[in-house]
């Protein structure tokens, strides 16, 4: 009995509610206000803004996973170092030169404070807090200078990488991102990155790419015959989870980049993003699998955690557009790339630890140029420009703060302290002390057990 009763009880609510949005006092009281919409707004930029601050935990476990044992204590104090200094630097100028009156090539270099004065009057006409759009804005930055980490990693001394994060997250990535997102020349000429293929992940692949060519190797990684010689991480389960976080991460993203989610059609865009974004991220990891059982006739699990990746940077720049199905074929055509280009780079004798410049700089560029083929509003010679743009700036302008930081303060680890690890080298600790050899000091933490 309970069932029809269920049913009756829907069918009066269908009539009434098909009554009312026929009366025109129903669709006046249905339109959001003004703050409703500022209020629901200002959450989207907060909760996609939290997810991606959780994406840098997804950093620090991938790379941790995929450095060896001796060298993850400072992979994990340099993630957690570079998304503070991030944050500070888009504070102190990073944010006004990305957005503040960009006069079509950089915006104003002065300090970011708050301006909500108009809100806390009744004046909700700005869309949302001033501080929620700085916070969103401001945990993207750190993405970039992740990517620079992981490609870096297990030969870069401490503070000159540290001192290079400043100047990327400070300047370099504000410049380039006040050329779109801020209204500069590019976002004149139309050019379309919904979420920073190219704006975020490929400028932090540049900057990765200009740093490993600059500091070279790792001691043992090339044979002088050119053979690659592998240095597997420290573990696996947990650059699994670090992929994971990340994939979680991206909703916020990518989603997070419609900017708004004060009406309907906003709330329908988020989701059609989340399912592209997740799509995506699925295509990439089938098609990497596939192509290492085809090519190594064994699946490579670091190739299809990267698959799942460059699936999520290569539907970054267009997550909105696609339909599912495109999503899918996208980020598939990323995982492809990522297989392909690992390996080219290691006959390049390029060590990217982490395989960061495939997965970010070369989907990223493919993610940028697949944007026309779902949005018509979208031009290759436009998308191919912004690229280029950014790639040739970014080059140049990484190249000169990691030559100058080389022949002043010295980039790389010297041979005996690569061959030792950086954690004992410049930490004085080990991640994993019951696994190691006693050869640590930990002289300098018993000084303050007294």
């Known amino acids: 009995m309970n069932i029809p009763m269920k049913k009756t009880g829907l069918a009066a609510l269908a009539g009434t509610a098909v009554l009312a949005i026929a009366s025109p006092a129903f669709a006046q009281d249905a339109g959001v206000s003004a703050e409703t919409q500022y209020i629901l707004n200002s959450f989207s930029f907060l ?23 001796k060298n993850v204590s400072t992979i994990l104090l340099k993630n957690i170092s570079l998304f503070a ?13 990305m957005y503040m009156d960009v006069t079509g090539w950089i915006g104003s270099i002065s300090l970011w404070s708050a301006d909500d004065a108009a809100a806390l009057a009744g004046d909700f006409s700005g869309g949302y807090s001033a501080t929620s759009d700085w916070f969103f804005q401001m945990v993207f930055v750190a993405t970039a200078a992740s990517i620079v980490s992981g490609t870096v990693a297990e030969r870069i001394k401490l503070w000159p990488f540290m001192i290079f994060v400043v100047v990327l997250t400070g300047v370099l990535y504000p410049i ?16 379309a990155d919904f979420a920073g293929s ?41 650059a699994t989870l670090g992929t994971f976080v990340l994939w979680l991460g991206w909703f916020g993203f ?71 199905g495109s999503a899918i074929i996208i980020g598939a055509i990323g995982g492809v790339l990522v297989v392909v280009a690992v390996p080219l780079l290691d006959k390049l004798k390029i060590d990217d630890v982490v395989g960061a410049v495939s997965v970010h700089l070369v989907a990223g560029i493919w993610g940028t140029l697949a944007v026309p ?15 280029v743009a950014m790639g040739a700036f970014t080059i140049v302008a990484s190249s000169i703060v990691w030559l100058i930081l080389k022949f002043t303060v010295g980039i790389r680890l010297s041979e005996e302290d690569e061959a030792m690890g950086s954690d004992a080298a410049e930490l004085g600790l080990e991640a994993y002390p019951e696994f190691g050899k006693g050869s640590v000091s930990y002289t300098h933490l018993r000084a303050h057990e007294t």
């Open 198 to 238: 190219t704006i975020v992940h490929s400028v932090g692949g540049w900057a990765a790419l200009t740093g490993a060519i600059i500091l070279g190797a790792r001691k043992g990684k090339y044979g002088a015959d050119g053979s690659v010689h592998p240095m597997p991480g420290s573990n696996l389960p947990l």
């Open 254 to 324: 990518n989603g997070g980049s419609q900017l708004a989610m004060g009406t309907g059609a906003d709330v329908i865009a988020i989701a059609n993003i989340y399912g592209n974004t997740s799509m995506a991220a699925a295509g990439g990891v089938v098609a990497a699998a596939i192509l290492t059982q085809i090519l190594y006739k064994k699946v490579d699990l670091t190739m299809a955690l990267n698959g799942a990746l460059a699936g999520l940077v290569s539907i970054t720049a267009g997550p909105d557009t696609p339909t599912i």
């Open 176 to 191: 380039t991102g006040s050329w779109t997102w801020g209204g500069g020349w590019l976002a004149e000429m139309g050019f």
């Open 47 to 69: 909760f996609s803004g939290a997810l991606v601050m959780w994406m840098a935990a997804g950093f620090a476990m991938l790379e941790s996973g995929l450095v060896r044992t």
């Open 373 to 387: 083929f779902t949005n018509d509003g979208a031009s290759f010679g436009v998308q191919l420009t912004g690229i």
């Open 85 to 97: 200094v991030a944050g500070i630097m888009y504070y102190l100028i990073g944010y006004n030169l």
